[in-house]
């Protein structure tokens, strides 16, 4: 079975600097899909970025970046310029590739980023 | 449009009582999931389904029971629910296989179990 780790459980940083949220993972499986997922207050799951394994490119999305080391199974992501809109929980995910694309997320616990005005 | 609907946003209920809960996706996909969230948790994974089929049952209790009438819609019935059901339910749907994987999710139901 996958599990996915964020050792983080809450990080804090000034507004308009960068900050980096930790992911590691474990997977039997050579082809799956990373995500992170942002939740706000009002508890809407919100898809910031994703990443796919077969992919050595890290995406980027904005100001939204990644890390994503396939040896070491680590996922970490950066958020530059930090906005006040960026404070909620964050979540790191997992799907393996393999059974039709209908498999649930397997998500780490969160990390709670609170932006410093 | 990624939009994924879920009623009601707020439900009371009493350990008796039935009630449902809807959700709703109009971007033709053809995987939809339930997770249950408690606070300051991950969401937990609960059903699957493809292709209007139930794929996936996380060992739920049967006091709560999955449907799925088409391809759009998917319902979550409750029935003798027990208050640490209480929680937030969401909703999700993603394209089921081929080149996205991702999961949209809708705002979510609050459940209260009295």
């Known amino acids: 079975a996958q599990t996915v780790t964020q050792s983080q459980p809450e990080m804090s940083v000034q507004e308009a600097e960068t900050v980096t949220l930790s992911c590691t993972y474990d997977?039997?499986?050579?082809?799956?899909?990373l995500f992170w997922y942002k939740q706000p207050p009002s508890r809407q799951m919100i898809l910031v970025i994703r990443?796919?394994?077969?992919?050595?490119q890290n995406a980027t999305e904005n100001r939204f970046s990644v890390n994503f080391q396939k040896a070491a199974k680590s996922f970490s992501l950066k958020i530059s310029d930090s906005q006040l809109g960026d404070a909620a929980m964050y979540f790191c995910?997992?799907?393996?590739?393999?059974?039709?694309?209908?498999?649930?997320?397997?998500f780490g616990k969160g990390t709670h980023l609170i932006i410093q005005p | 449009d990624t939009e994924v609907t879920q009623t009601p946003k707020h439900l009371v209920m009493g350990m008796t009582n039935k009630k449902s809960l809807k959700c709703e996706q109009h971007?033709?996909?053809?995987?939809m999931y339930w997770y249950k969230q408690k606070a300051k948790k991950p969401p937990e994974l609960m059903f699957v389904?493809?292709?209007?089929?139930?794929?996936i049952n996380e060992s739920v209790p049967s006091r709560f029971s999955p449907e799925c009438p088409n391809s759009s819609l998917l319902n979550l019935h409750l029935h003798a629910l027990q208050p640490e059901d209480s929680a937030l339910y969401l909703c999700?749907?993603?394209?089921?296989?081929?080149?996205?994987?991702?999961?949209?999710f809708g705002p979510g139901t609050r459940l209260t179990v009295t």
């Open positions: 999700a749907s993603s394209q089921g296989h081929g080149v996205s994987y991702e999961q949209y």
């Open positions: 997977t039997s499986e050579s082809d799956y899909y």
């Open positions: 990443q796919e394994a077969y992919k050595q």
């Open positions: 995910a997992y799907r393996r590739k393999a059974g039709g694309g209908a498999d649930g997320l397997t």
């Open positions: 971007m033709g996909h053809r995987a």
């Open positions: 389904y493809s292709y209007e089929k139930l794929s």
